[in-house]
Nanobody, 119 residues
Framework: QVQLVESGGGLVQAGGSLRLSCAAS????????MGWYRQAPGKQRESVAA???????NYAGSVKDRFTISRDNAKNTVYLQMNSLNSEDTAVYYC?????????????WGQGTQVTVSS
């Protein structure tokens, strides 16, 4: 089992920045990939960014060059620095982890944190 606690969402004006954090606890030694998804009203949940235990990253095209994902393995925490926010970024952001083979490749999700960008 892995528990995820997110923080850092809120209301920001267009062009502003926010940083999301997600702290993992439990069987953290099995975590392979950490990342963020988001879901806007009326839309499907989509991947925003992910980072492997080795530090490899990937981003959705819509956030590349604006968002930066990072990971502190010692603290079992993943961060998402979001810059140049616009109204299209308004969504509930969910932390996601995927356990490697020792964890049965299971997925865990955070409770979600609201990000609202006002124009």
């Amino acid at each position: 089992q892995v528990q995820l606690v997110e923080s850092g969402g809120g209301l920001v004006q267009a062009g502003g920045s926010l940083r999301l954090s997600c702290a993992a606890s439990g069987n953290v030694f099995t975590i392979l990939t950490m990342g963020w998804y988001r879901q806007a009203p009326g839309k499907q949940r989509e991947s925003v960014a992910a980072i492997t235990i080795g530090g490899s990253t990937n981003y959705a095209g819509s956030v590349k060059d604006r968002f930066t994902i990072s990971r502190d393995n010692a603290k079992n925490t993943v961060y998402l620095q979001m810059n140049s926010l616009n109204s299209e970024d308004t969504a509930v952001y969910y932390c996601h982890v995927n356990l490697g083979p020792m964890g049965g490749f299971r997925d865990y999700w955070g409770q979600g944190t609201q990000v609202t960008v006002s124009s």
